[in-house]
């Protein structure tokens, strides 16, 4: 009975699942997307990103994200609190480049990017086929791409199951992944 009563526990625990936040063995399998970006770069992701050396996960801490930020695109240039989104209340650090980090609870839940001043944006990249500024036409054909019909905030597609964005005058003009304060 007392081998019964193990095994069930063992079995409950192993069906747990801790959301979208990778498991240590994932993140040191290579099955999720982990790649070191150059010393001076920020990457996106769908997932997180990768600050230079350090890679956030969706779920890091919201202090040591913009640290790593800050290191690669200089101090936030602005913090709004909203706490009427109804994903929950959310903290949302702005960046040179157009680049805004969102977070709950301290937690890092989402980022999105937009069309930057020429040469603001040079130290982001998006680990996907297409970044902003990208033609609709190579949008269409990009891995991943589906338009999302009947959205209420204009021309917006996803790529694959993370990240989103808008276009707007035939080219990507935000792209976005995780959490976010979009009012549909």
């Known amino acids: 009975m007392r081998l019964a009563s193990i095994g069930l526990a063992v079995l409950f625990l192993a069906a747990c699942d801790s959301g979208q936040v990778p498991s240590p063995a994932d ?3 290579g099955d ?6 150059d010393a001076g770069l920020v990457a996106l992701h769908g997932e997180g990103l990768v600050a230079g ?3 956030f996960f969706f779920a890091a801490g919201q202090n040591e994200v913009e ?3 800050a290191k690669i695109l200089g ?3 602005g913090r709004s609190e909203i706490a009427e989104c109804g994903a929950g209340a959310m903290t949302i650090t702005s960046f040179a480049g157009e680049l805004s980090v969102n977070f709950q609870s301290g937690s890092l839940v989402g980022w999105n990017v937009g069309a930057s001043a020429e040469g603001e944006g040079d130290k982001i990249q998006i680990d ?7 033609p609709l036409d190579q949008l269409t054909k ?7 019909e009947g959205s209420t905030l204009g021309n917006e597609f996803a790529l694959s199951n993370t990240m989103g964005g808008f276009v707007e005058d035939g080219k990507v003009a935000a792209l976005y992944a995780g959490t976010q304060c979009f009012f549909r």
């Open 27 to 29: 993140r040191m399998s």
């Open 128 to 134: 996907a086929d297409v970044s902003v500024g990208t």
């Open 53 to 55: 050396p350090e890679s």
């Open 142 to 148: 990009a891995n991943g791409y589906a338009p999302i």
């Open 32 to 37: 999720v997307p982990v790649d070191i970006a």
């Open 67 to 69: 640290g790593a930020v």
């Open 75 to 77: 101090e936030p240039t």
